[in-house]
């Protein structure tokens, strides 16, 4: 199977919630050489963007949703695996959480793969997480970056408040931050005193380089 196939057979694994398919195509990247990076962005996030399009269109449903995202983060981690045996340069430590109050966790896994494809180390706490567990793990982790996801408009206020908590214990110049979530905008970002806002998973790769460059100057 050359690349392109292999990439085409990724994004419909992904829409076919095939998880031993995409496992299966994972491995056959790895043992072929291909470049993980190139079939994670082409392949199985192409795959996932996809399904998120169904779900907007009333044509899947969560719990599809919920099954594409786990194939997507399997096959990712394989994927992953590869890059961290390999000569990956670490851009920066950066520690995502989505906001106390807030179950939602589907985004989140596919900024997760990407950060760890292009180079980060990634530590995800998971979902429905206190900003003084987000603050502290992120000191214990030694974060350059911390990434929240708010994904209601109810659980907003969870990324105000780590900007706040941040700023009474003395700490906001310790880390960059970043929010996304469907109910984040760049205006939101700028109210609350967060460095970036990243509008999907591509985006909060490039913000958090230009974050970390504009730090090592």
């Known amino acids: 199977m050359d690349k392109d196939q292999l990439?085409?057979?990724?994004?419909?694994?992904?829409?076919?919630?095939?998880g031993q398919k995409a496992k299966d195509l994972a491995g056959l990247a790895i043992e072929k050489g291909y470049d993980p990076i190139e079939v994670i962005n082409k392949g199985f996030t192409?795959?996932?963007?996809?399904?998120?399009?169904l779900?907007?269109?009333?044509e899947l449903f969560l719990p599809e949703?919920?099954?594409?995202?786990?194939?997507?983060?399997?096959?990712?981690?394989?994927?992953?695996?590869?890059?961290?045996?390999?000569?990956?340069?670490?851009?920066?430590?950066?520690?995502?959480?989505?906001?106390?109050?807030d179950v939602h966790d589907i985004g989140k896994g596919i900024v997760v793969s990407l950060l760890m494809a292009h180079g980060f180390e990634v530590l995800d706490l998971g979902r429905?997480?206190?900003t003084e567990t987000i603050i502290e793990?992120?000191?214990?982790?030694?974060?350059?970056?911390?990434?929240?996801?708010?994904?209601?408009?109810?659980?907003?206020?969870g990324q105000k408040k780590l900007e706040q908590e941040l700023k009474k214990a003395g700490l906001r110049d310790r880390f960059k931050t970043i929010v996304g979530g469907a109910p984040c905008t760049q205006r939101w970002a700028g109210r609350i005193?967060?460095?970036?806002y990243a509008e999907d998973a591509h985006d909060a790769v490039v913000k958090s380089r230009q974050l970390l460059?504009?730090?090592?100057n």
């Open 46 to 53: 192409a795959g996932i963007t996809k399904v998120g399009d």
């Open 65 to 101: 949703l919920i099954q594409a995202s786990e194939v997507m983060k399997t096959a990712t981690a394989i994927l992953n695996s590869a890059l961290a045996k390999g000569d990956v340069q670490r851009k920066g430590r950066f520690l995502i959480a989505t906001v106390e109050g």
């Open 193 to 196: 005193g967060a460095d970036a």
């Open 137 to 157: 793990k992120a000191l214990d982790f030694k974060a350059d970056i911390i990434g929240t996801s708010a994904l209601l408009t109810t659980t907003l206020e």
């Open 7 to 18: 990439i085409a057979e990724s994004i419909k694994a992904i829409i076919n919630f095939d």
């Open 55 to 58: 779900f907007g269109r009333g």
């Open 128 to 130: 429905d997480v206190r």
């Open 213 to 216: 460059a504009a730090a090592a």
